[in-house]
Structure formats: C-alpha cells, structure tokens
C-alpha cells in the first residue's frame, strides 16, 4: 500500500461538481479582483471565528508582513517570535525590516516558552507572533498579559490553526491580528496562494483594505503607501464553499489523531500532547522518534511518506546567519529539531492507511 503524506485530487473527486461550478461561475461573472466573492468570504470567515473584520490577501506571508507595516514596525524594532516555524514567519518580520528575536519552545506542547518572553523584550521590542504551530493554540492568555503589561502589539500566525480555540476561543481572535493561509495542504486550503487578516479594530482593517490595494482609498487615488496583496475571487469563491467543510474536516483530523494516539501509546514514541481546555485542530500530526532517519526510511520502504516540520530552526538557516544566533542557544528548539517527524493526516486519508501506517510503526519496533 502507498500512503502519500497529502492527497488533494481526492477532495476534487469528492467536489468536482461544486467546483467546476463554482470556478465557472466566477468566470461567467467576469469579474476576477476584489468582488462579491471575496467580500462574502471575508464575512462569513469573520463571522466564523466571532470577529469584527477579515481583509483577504495574497498569503499568510503577505499578512504578517502588512500587519506589521500596519503596526507601524520600523527598521530597527525587534519582533520576538520562534525559530522553530516556517520560514514565512520570519521573512515577514525580515521584510518590514524589523530584526527577529527568538525564544524557546516549551518541550511539551513544541510552542513558545510563556516563561521566557520577558527575558527577551527589549526597549526595542514591538510584538509578538506567537505561532499556534501544528494546530496548536499558544497560551494566549500569558502572551496577552505580557503584551499589556510591557505595550506590545500581538500578531498571531494562524498559518496552521484555522478553527482551534484556546479555552473556547477562536485561533487568531486574541491579537492585535491573526494572519491566516489557504496555501492548499493547509486546513482550510485554496487552490493556489491566497491568505488573510482579522481583527477587531477597525482602523486596523481599513488600514490593511489600504495595504493590500496600492494605498487605494479611490481608484487611482492612494493616500497611503500601498503594496498589492490581494486574494483573488476564483480562491474566494473556493474557499468560500471549502469554509462550510472545515469543522468536519477539522473533526476528521482530531479523529486520525485519536486513532495514531490510542495505538501507538505503548511504542516509544513521543506523541502529541495537548490541554484538554484546547482545541487542536491537528494541521501536523508530530511525534518524536530516536533514531529518526531509520524510522523515516522503514516507512518510506513500507509505502508511507513522512516529512519533517522542520528540519533546521531558522536561527540556523543559511539564509538567517547574519542574526549571529550561536548553536545551542535555543536547546529545546535545536534538541527536538533532530527528532520530530509528522505523520500522515488529512481528512481524505482513510481508516484503512491510517491502520497500515500504525501497524508498520508497530513493525519497526518490533
Ligand atoms: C506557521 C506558518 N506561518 C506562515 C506561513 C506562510 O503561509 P503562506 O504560504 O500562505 O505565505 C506558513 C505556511 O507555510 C506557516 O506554516
């Protein structure tokens, strides 16, 4: 049997009505920017996480990095986040123009160290991106608190947390923003590239309406200094239909989940862990191996692709070494770097793959 780590062509086999229809009604429209499409999505996206405003972009990339324009980040602030993201987080930060200061990750949960975000603010410091990672929410409580007590704006990355709630609260609701993406393989995933911000400030969401459209607040007429990051109507009208689908795709995940955690309790594995107040909405399923590039190869030997979210933390990538971060300056993020791999989970993944992929880890360690 071939478990891939993704399969997309299975969801338009489910939806290929819906989506021809919907791709041909955009074309039939005629109209491809900016139109009903994406201001209907931005409602109903709003109105889904319980927020006041949604401003479609180009990507969650393009988000934060307008975010933190809007925020007014200069060159020179500082915007502490973790290494152990995307790369995009910190690219965004990198693109402002501002420096990124990085903390530690907590060694159970593989999310920013509440604790250690004093120790790292500076008068320099501006925000927050704490990064709900794998589907995870942060603390927003502590992150809020430490925001309000030294003045710091808070920019959530929701790239990988559509619908999980922190204490019965909507990823991306805490903030200042939160910035999604609906690169394809995420949750809620477009066709393409597209992304978002809400808030519920409002000066805030007309600033971003500004951003994301050359400044524009008439045609031809910018009164600010604008950028072009738009979410196009094809992705809008998708995603759209695709938002009416995401509690039950997010239930599937959370039920894959239970199924590899059951399992695979007794191995020695590392499996996620998460506080029953939370929602996790599983984007990643993470475990954590010894001996990880055998375990990786018997499975790619039993049909079964894995991949590694992440394999260098960004304070050690090529790309980040003018930061001057030193090895063995974020020990948890650099020790769990060399055994965290993810397993299969996508809500078209079926019964039967998940058991081939439990009872092939059953193999290994057998
Ligand atoms: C944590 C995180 N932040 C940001 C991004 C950037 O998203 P996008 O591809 O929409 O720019 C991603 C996507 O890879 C991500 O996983």
Do not use: C, W
């Given at each position: 049997m071939k478990v891939p780590f993704g399969d997309l062509s299975k969801q338009y086999k489910k939806y290929k009505k819906e989506f021809d229809n919907i791709i041909s009604g955009v074309f039939a429209k005629g109209s491809f920017i900016l139109g009903e499409?994406?201001?209907?999505?931005?409602?109903?996206?709003?109105?889904?996480?319980?927020?006041?405003?949604?401003?479609?972009?180009?990507?969650?990339?393009?988000?934060?990095?307008?975010?933190?324009?809007?925020?007014?980040?200069?060159?020179?602030?500082?915007?502490?986040?973790v290494a152990n993201t995307a790369v995009p987080t910190?690219?965004?930060?990198?693109?402002?123009?501002?420096?990124?200061?990085?903390?530690?990750?907590?060694e159970s949960s593989y999310l920013i160290d509440t604790e250690l975000i004093e120790g790292r603010i500076t008068s320099r410091t501006?925000?927050?991106?704490?990064?709900?990672?794998?589907?995870n929410p942060c603390n927003m409580d502590?992150?809020?608190?430490?925001?309000?007590?030294?003045?710091?704006k808070v920019i959530e990355d929701c790239a990988q947390a559509h619908g999980a709630e922190f204490k019965g609260k909507k990823a991306g609701t805490f903030g200042d923003f939160g910035a999604f993406s609906f690169y394809p393989s995420k949750n809620l995933g477009a066709n393409g590239d597209a992304g978002m911000l809400v808030t519920d400030n409002e000066e805030l969401a007309i600033k971003i309406r500004l951003l994301r459209n050359y400044g524009f607040e008439d045609r031809y007429k910018s009164i600010i200094r604008g950028f072009n990051s738009r979410l196009d109507e094809i992705q809008a009208a998708l995603l759209d239909f695709k938002l009416t689908k995401l509690d039950e795709w997010n239930l599937r995940r959370k039920q894959i989940a239970d199924r590899y955690i059951n399992r695979l309790s007794d191995l020695p594995i590392v499996l996620p862990?998460?506080?029953?107040?939370?929602?996790?909405?599983?984007?990643?399923?993470?475990?954590?191996?010894a001996q990880r590039d055998k375990?990786?190869?018997?499975?790619l030997n039993e049909g079964i692709s894995t991949i590694i979210h992440y394999p260098i933390p960004i304070h050690l990538q090529p790309a980040y070494k003018?930061?001057?971060?030193?090895?063995?300056?974020?020990?948890?993020?650099?020790?769990l770097t060399e055994e965290i791999v993810s397993l299969p989970i996508f809500p078209d993944?079926?019964?039967?793959?998940?058991?081939?992929?439990?009872?092939?880890?059953?193999?290994?360690?057998?």
């Open positions: 499409n994406l201001s209907r999505f931005e409602t109903n996206f709003a109105d889904y996480l319980d927020i006041k405003y949604a401003v479609g972009v180009g990507s969650a990339t393009e988000a934060l990095f307008l975010a933190l324009k809007a925020i007014d980040i200069k060159n020179g602030d500082e915007v502490i986040t910190v690219s965004a930060i990198d693109f402002a123009g501002a420096a990124p200061v990085f903390v530690d990750i907590e501006k925000a927050i991106i704490p990064v709900h990672l794998y589907g502590k992150i809020m608190q430490i925001a309000k007590d030294y003045n710091l862990s998460h506080s029953s107040e939370n929602m996790h909405v599983f984007h990643l399923f993470v475990i954590r191996v375990f990786m190869k018997f499975l003018y930061l001057n971060y030193k090895d063995g300056i974020l020990p948890v993020t650099e020790k993944l079926e019964d039967n793959e998940v058991e081939y992929v439990i009872e092939s880890i059953k193999k290994f360690y057998n």
